[in-house]
């Protein structure tokens, strides 16, 4: 797997340069110093995944990773930062980035980028809390929703990729994709990451 980061701070560019190349089927192309150098990597190089920090000048990672989705939606773009901010995560979210993990979590981060790279999202136990619904049974009543599509949310707010929620309804791989796409258009949201931040807030 091939990704660059992001990250103001030297050292910590190389702290995990060396962390995540350590893997062994991690590469590090490049290191970008601030968001608008994060862009042309990105551009140059188009990774596999990109990992990015939050707070950088020139241009944020959230500015980065906006300007890079609007060009290539299939961009995975993973932030790791130092910060909890429920207005970080909400705009993370909100642009579609892929995860959102805390730096400090670093024995994590190879792993949170192989999860990207295959196609799901991926959040840190800390950010799963800011914006899990305090209730274990949240209520899609006011949602147009049968009561396979609610299944199938529940499933994906718990991480399931297709495979496994196939194995869980007993339902066909390609069923799954059809009930997935019927439920993101009648919530009106981008993808499963947003989807399962829906369920995660109750249907909110």
Do not use: C
Not at 41 to 50: E, G, K
Not at 99 to 126: C, D, M, P, W
């Amino acid at each position: 797997m091939n990704i660059i980061l992001a990250d103001d701070d030297k050292i910590v560019q190389m702290s995990l340069k060396t962390i995540i190349e350590a893997e062994g089927d991690i590469k590090v192309l490049a290191t970008a110093n601030d968001g608008e150098e994060a862009i042309t990597l990105y551009n140059q190089h188009q990774p596999d995944v990109a990992l990015f920090d939050i707070q950088m000048p020139n241009a944020s990672g959230i500015d980065a990773a906006k300007a890079i989705l609007s060009q290539n939606p299939a961009a995975k773009i993973l932030f790791l930062t130092t910060f909890e901010d429920d207005e970080y995560i909400g705009k993370a979210i909100a642009i579609g980035a892929k995860g959102y993990i805390l730096k400090h979590n670093f024995e994590t981060i190879a792993q949170s980028l192989r999860t990207v790279a295959s196609g799901q999202a991926v959040f840190g136990t800390e950010i799963i809390q800011r914006i899990k619904p305090q209730s274990a049974a949240p209520d899609f009543s006011k949602w147009d929703l049968t009561e396979k599509e609610t299944e199938l949310i529940k499933y994906v707010g718990e991480g399931l990729n297709n495979k496994e929620i196939a194995r869980a309804m007993f339902l066909t791989e390609g069923t799954v994709r059809n009930y997935l796409s019927s439920v993101l258009e009648k919530l009106n949201l981008r993808d499963r990451t947003q989807l399962a931040v829906f369920y995660y807030k109750g249907g909110v």
